[in-house]
């Protein structure tokens, strides 16, 4: 969260109670990282469970509790703090918060500040699984969202009761992402996108294989991008460790067959297809059942290989294909090579790069081939770059409505 991603973006952080309140003070932090000032309000019952101290420090502002605080000119911290923000989040939001915001009601600081705002206001659900449930508390949720309120949550899981459920707070990191998330330009609204990324494994044995250096860093950069732009996103990634993006559903394959039938099997309900993925060219045609094993200092076991099928051109074959975008990883001569392969792919667009200067790295540089000619990209950090790409992509969308 150190890209400045919310730099310039001011955000209230409002606080009531309940003992996530705990996870907040990361939250604090993790915004603050991401280049937001934070100005926090807190219900008297939040300090119940965290002091404003702490806030202030994690913030470095003074933190209200009171709609009589003079420490505003003008005695108006409901309208002046509102004011100054570019969204307001509650997190927590308890369950008898949520009531008030559904009803409109205006009993202290922080409930007469969102309802005098002028900015967008999100909420973090935090409560016991039963309540969460409740009734009452689904219709008053529901309002909420009628009303243009952004629900983040519930998670489910472990709750402090002891009880496991539906009502968790959603962690600081996921809030801090969907924050960053809600302030990106929805350029893919409505849209359904299938990212390839990393490696593939083909086994020889049950010990060893064939793979390559790629980190999956920029498939799942760019799926995380696609998704801040308001796409539907499914990611199939081969053997990588990275974290799943905020919104992103995922797929997990090993080999080039395994994520060829994961893409095959999606490919026509999306309208954009980006093929990130380095994909093994070739696979052992017979894998070992038992480890081979080495038998004398001379002797080398003979492997018999065969082609794997060529995922991105079937995508580009189908009967009504998705708008296909390929990545080609060469070693060398990148725009000769690149604009041969998107001819022979026969797609709308190729990002090309080289592949040992970006393999594992944080940063790129690509070229973008097209029917225009060459366009090349400066390097940047792979989370800025993918940013770019979605803009370039969503540039060159056909004029058609979304699937």
């Not at 949520?98 to 500040?113: F, N, V």
């Not at 499914?234 to 080999?255: D, I, K, Y």
Request: aromatic share 4%; charged share 20%.
């Amino acid at each position: 969260m150190d890209r400045g991603e919310l730099a310039g973006k001011t955000i209230v952080l409002g606080l009531t109670g309940g003992i996530a309140c705990y996870k907040s003070a990361e939250l604090t932090r993790l915004l603050i990282k991401a280049g937001a000032a934070v100005q926090v309000v807190m219900t008297d019952a939040a300090t119940q469970f965290i002091t404003p101290l702490t806030m202030q420090a994690l913030s470095g502002r003074p933190v209200f509790t009171s709609q009589w605080d003079s420490r505003i000119d003008n005695n108006m911290a409901h309208i002046d703090l509102s004011r100054e923000a570019d969204a307001i989040l509650i997190a927590p939001a308890s369950t008898d918060f949520l009531a008030k915001l559904a009803h409109g009601m205006a009993d202290d600081l922080l409930c007469t500040l969102c309802v005098a705002r002028d900015c967008p206001l999100l909420v973090a659900p935090a409560m016991n699984r039963q309540m969460w449930a409740n009734p009452a508390t689904q219709r008053n949720a529901a309002t909420l969202r009628g009303d243009g309120v952004t629900l983040l949550g519930p998670d489910s899981g472990d709750q402090a009761c002891g009880e496991v459920g539906d009502g968790r707070m959603l962690e600081p990191e996921a809030l801090c992402e969907a924050m960053i998330s809600f302030f990106q330009p929805k350029r893919l609204a409505g849209r359904r996108v299938l990212i390839t990324a990393g490696p593939t494994f083909e086994p020889i044995d049950p010990v060893r294989g064939l793979t390559n250096l790629s980190s999956g860093k920029m498939g799942f950069a760019l799926a995380r991008a696609a998704a801040q732009a308001g796409a539907d996103v499914h990611l199939v990634a081969g053997p990588t460790s990275l974290a799943t993006p905020w919104g992103v559903t995922r797929s997990n394959v090993q080999t080039a067959r395994q994520m060829y039938d994961a893409v095959m099997a999606d490919a026509a309900r999306n309208d954009i297809f980006i093929a990130v993925a380095a994909v093994a060219d070739w696979r052992v045609r017979d894998v070992a059942r038992e480890k081979i094993k080495k038998t004398g200092e001379t002797d080398v076991p003979t492997l018999e290989f065969v082609q794997n099928p060529d995922i991105l051109a079937a995508v580009a074959r189908l009967p009504k294909p998705p708008y296909c975008v390929g990545f080609a990883a060469e070693s060398g001569d990148l725009e000769k090579h690149g604009a041969q392969k998107r001819a022979r792919k026969q797609i709308p667009l190729l990002v090309g790069n080289l592949g040992p200067a970006t393999f594992g790295q944080d940063d790129n540089e690509v070229i973008l081939f097209d029917d225009a000619g060459q366009k090349r990209l400066p390097r940047a950090d792979k989370h800025a770059l993918a940013r770019s790409l979605i803009i370039e992509i969503a540039a060159r969308l056909p004029s058609r409505a979304p699937r």
